[in-house]
């Protein structure tokens, strides 16, 4: 039976953590704290706590796609605003209006290969959550939008994704 290459990495990976973990000598000490986690398929990985956003935290990071550079979540769903709410207000998109334009919450985090971008907050939802803001305006994703895809854009000329540029990403363009 052949294995994939996605598992032979996997098993790649396991054995370097192995090492790593019993390859120490005993009279060294590190100030470095990490922690491990098994991700789907197996395979662990082990990141410095520093780096490990807290938990409840929301990733937003700039990515390119078919209209330009957008304010997208961790996992590529493009972020939108609605021009009916109020800048620092309350969330006009409540009920119907969020089961398909679904609130993004959470506490903001900007990924450290992203640069220059506004102002992230939150706002009480109807509800109690902590809505996630860009400069005051609260953010949704669009439901059963697949990552990068902005089909929502100019849905009934109040929906808009959060435009960014190339220079926002760490390195990019400037």
Same mark, same amino acid.
């Given at each position: 039976?052949?294995?994939?290459?996605? =598992?032979?990495? =996997?098993?790649?990976?396991?054995?370097? /953590? /192995?090492?790593?973990?019993?390859?120490?000598?005993? %009279?060294?000490?590190?100030?470095?704290?990490? $922690?491990?986690? @098994? !991700?789907?398929?197996?395979? +662990?990985?082990? +990141?410095?706590?520093?780096?490990?956003?807290?938990?409840?935290?929301?990733?937003?990071? *700039? !990515?390119?796609?078919?209209?330009?550079?957008?304010?997208?979540? +961790?996992? %590529? !769903? *493009?972020?939108?605003?609605?021009?009916?709410?109020?800048?620092?207000?309350?969330?006009?998109? $409540?009920?119907?209006?969020? !089961?398909?334009?679904?609130?993004?919450?959470?506490?903001? *985090?900007?990924?450290?290969?992203? $640069?220059?971008?506004?102002? /992230?907050?939150?706002? @009480? $939802?109807?509800?109690? +959550?902590?809505?996630?803001?860009?400069?005051?305006?609260?953010?949704?994703?669009?439901?059963?939008?697949? @990552? /990068?895809?902005?089909?929502?854009? %100019?849905?009934?000329?109040?929906?808009?994704?959060?435009?960014?540029?190339?220079?926002?990403?760490?390195?990019?363009?400037?």
């Amino acid at each position: 039976m052949r294995k994939s290459g996605f =598992a032979a990495a =996997a098993g790649l990976g396991s054995l370097a /953590l /192995l090492l790593t973990a019993c390859g120490g000598s005993s %009279g060294s000490s590190s100030n470095s704290t990490t $922690t491990s986690t @098994a !991700q789907p398929g197996g395979q +662990a990985t082990s +990141a410095a706590l520093s780096n490990v956003p807290p938990p409840g935290s929301t990733v937003l990071h *700039v !990515q390119k796609s078919s209209i330009g550079w957008v304010l997208a979540v +961790a996992n %590529g !769903q *493009v972020v939108y605003a609605y021009d009916k709410d109020p800048k620092g207000g309350s969330p006009a998109c $409540t009920g119907s209006c969020a !089961q398909v334009w679904l609130p993004v919450t959470g506490s903001p *985090v900007v990924s450290p290969a992203d $640069t220059g971008l506004g102002t /992230l907050g939150t706002v @009480a $939802t109807s509800n109690g +959550a902590k809505q996630i803001t860009y400069n005051g305006s609260p953010l949704y994703t669009y439901k059963g939008a697949k @990552a /990068l895809a902005t089909k929502g854009n %100019g849905i009934g000329g109040v929906w808009h994704v959060v435009k960014m540029s190339e220079s926002n990403i760490v390195g990019g363009a400037g």
